[in-house]
């Protein structure tokens, strides 16, 4: 449920930008996942659980990546090489704001390869504001200067890292 608290002085244009009600402003409904399912669907095992009914932990090491070997390093380019070449099954982006959209009575959507997928997403979220008469407001940026930054990127990185493992399987 989103927040009805009201924005700081920091942010002016309130109930203009898009983001601000991500992802409600697209969709009128979206599942609840139960447990420790997660994903668009609820077909996934949140981030640290695996098993038929995601109920088993995993625990994951990650390498610092200056401890790779040369042979890792290369595996990880060649990981994200194919990210490049593949397109999402499961993810579309927007392609014009919602106000373009004809507040969603005519969708602008395009496919988008896994990689750029997260290029999108980051850019999505810390891109200027366009504003009501079509200028622009370049002084915000919701994932570099906000109380999220951490969560943020942490949410972020753990999303690329589990659509990387999909494409690679």
Not at 25 to 47: A, D, I, L, P, S
Request: hydrophobic fraction near 40%.
């Amino acid at each position: 449920v989103p927040s009805n608290s009201p924005v700081g002085a920091q942010f002016p244009f309130s109930g203009i930008d898009d983001r601000e009600n991500w992802p409600i402003v697209f969709y009128n409904r979206t599942c609840q996942c139960q447990g420790n399912f997660m994903g668009y669907n609820c077909g996934e095992c949140k981030f640290g659980y695996t098993g038929l009914n995601c109920t088993v932990r995993r625990n994951m090491i990650r390498k610092e990546i200056f401890r790779m070997t040369t042979a890792e390093k290369d595996k990880l380019i060649a990981y994200l090489n194919l990210a490049k070449r593949t397109t999402s099954p499961e993810y579309v982006i927007a392609t014009a704001t919602y106000e373009q959209m004809n507040n969603g009575s005519n969708p602008m959507f395009a496919d988008i390869n896994v990689y750029d997928l997260f290029v999108w997403l980051h850019y999505y979220a810390s891109r200027d504001a366009f504003l009501e008469d079509g200028s622009v407001w370049a002084n915000i940026d919701f994932a570099h200067e906000a109380p999220g930054f951490l969560p943020w990127h942490r949410f972020f990185l753990l999303l690329w890292e589990r659509e990387i493992q999909k494409v690679t399987g």
